[in-house]
Structures are given as C-alpha cells and as structure tokens.
C-alpha cells in the first residue's frame, strides 16, 4: 500500500514564526500535492509539484511556498504564520499512471 | 477551469437504508476521472470509487455505486445497506488527465443513524 506520512498530526505555533509541514511518501510518485482544509470549503490547492525542484501555484498560494529537493519529499512552508492559516493540512501524492490520489493523515495547525 | 459542486452540506440515513448524494461538475475536458473520496472522524481520506469518463458503464465496489451522466456532468454515489462505520465527510473530485490536476467539492457530511 502507498505510505503518505506528515510529520505531525497536530502542531501549535505563534504569530510570525516560520512553519514547516513536511510530507514523505514512499511509493515513487512523481506527483505531490499540499492542500488546506477548511469548513465548508473543501480543499484547496496551495502548491503542486511533478518533479523534484519543480513548483506550481495551486488556487491559494499566497502566504506559503514550497521545497521539493528529494522525489519523496515535499516540504511546506508558512514564512510568517498568520492566525488566518490556522487549518487542517493535507498532503497527497499520485502517480499519473493509476489516476488515484493518496493521502497522508493530515496536520492540524492552530496559530495563536 | 474545472468546478465541482456537492450541493448537500449534510445528510442523514438510517443504518440498513439507503442513501444518494449529489456531485455535479463542470468542464470543457471530454477525457477525465470522477472520484468519491470518504473522510471518517480518523481524517484519513479514503478513496471510495473511481470512474473514468470515457466508460459509459457505472462503476461499482461493494454497496458504493455511482450514476454517472457525462452530458448533464453528474456524477452521484449511492451508498447501500448503510452502515455506521458510511458516517464521514464525502468529497466528490475532478481529475484532468493532462496535469493530474484535482478538484474537489466542498463535501457531504453524512451520518448514519443507528
């Protein structure tokens, strides 16, 4: 089965810190994903990637960005946490030959 | 750009019943994936079925079907002999083929009741 591991299910931080969410996934795939949760709004896309160094805006970028140095690591990162990026953070991985999208078990980030 | 619309905020069944909720779309792509995706009180998404536009035929997995009308763009799922362990939030998805790009609905919470 395809493994999809965020660091941390929940995490806490302040105002202005630099946050990072990272995600490991172990079945080669090429595709990676970050998405916010929020009620009511589905998921939203933040950032994708198809390749290692390869970045693309998802629908709401704005106040993150993104590193994918290693093919099985995407990393997500908040430059100055703000109290409106409090939010469940999912990560997800696919390879563009099943079609499917595999999930890691997702971060709840609270910014006080 | 692709939308996906789920019309339901919430819905409830009776364990043993059965239930259908809504998902429909829109696109200007003719080759694409439909998915239902359940997320229990665990967060964990689960993947509930998939299917291809190209198949005319509804694709099925156990008591999960779906009625698929590509011309109406309506892609619902019909969950049979409800049982408690259905209760979850479900997402409907688009998936382009070119990109691989995803998007969801806003969700269904769906409760079974015993």
């Known amino acids: 089965d395809v493994k999809v591991t965020q660091s941390s299910r929940y995490l806490v931080k302040r105002t202005g810190e630099k946050v990072f969410l990272e995600c490991v996934q172990d079945m080669d795939h090429e595709n990676m994903f970050w998405y916010r949760q929020d009620p009511g709004l589905g998921l939203r896309l933040i950032y994708f990637?198809?390749?290692?160094?390869?970045?693309e805006k998802g629908d709401i970028p704005e106040g993150y960005s993104v590193s994918r140095e290693k093919k099985e690591r995407f990393s997500l990162i908040l430059e100055s946490a703000s109290t409106n990026q409090t939010s469940m953070y999912l990560c997800?991985?696919?390879?563009?030959?099943?079609?499917?999208?595999?999930f890691g078990s997702g971060t709840q980030l609270s910014v006080l | 750009a692709q939308t996906v619309t789920q019309s339901q905020p919430e819905m409830s069944v009776q364990e043993a019943e059965t239930v259908t909720l809504s998902c429909t779309y829109d696109?200007?792509?003719?080759?694409?994936?439909l998915f239902w995706y359940k997320q229990p009180p665990s967060r964990q998404m689960i993947l509930v079925i998939r299917?291809?536009?190209?198949?005319?035929q509804n694709a099925t997995e156990n008591r999960f079907s779906v009625n698929f009308q590509k011309a109406a763009k309506s892609f619902s799922l019909k969950i049979s002999d409800s049982q408690l362990g259905d209760t979850a939030m479900y997402f409907c998805?688009?998936?382009?083929?070119?990109?691989?790009?995803?998007?969801f609905g806003t969700g269904t919470s769906l409760t079974v009741i015993p």
């Open positions: 997800a991985s696919s390879s563009g030959k099943l079609g499917k999208l595999f």
């Open positions: 696109t200007s792509e003719n080759n694409y994936y």
């Open positions: 998805a688009f998936m382009k083929l070119v990109g691989n790009q995803f998007y």
């Open positions: 299917q291809e536009a190209y198949k005319q």
């Open positions: 990637s198809y390749d290692v160094k390869m970045k």
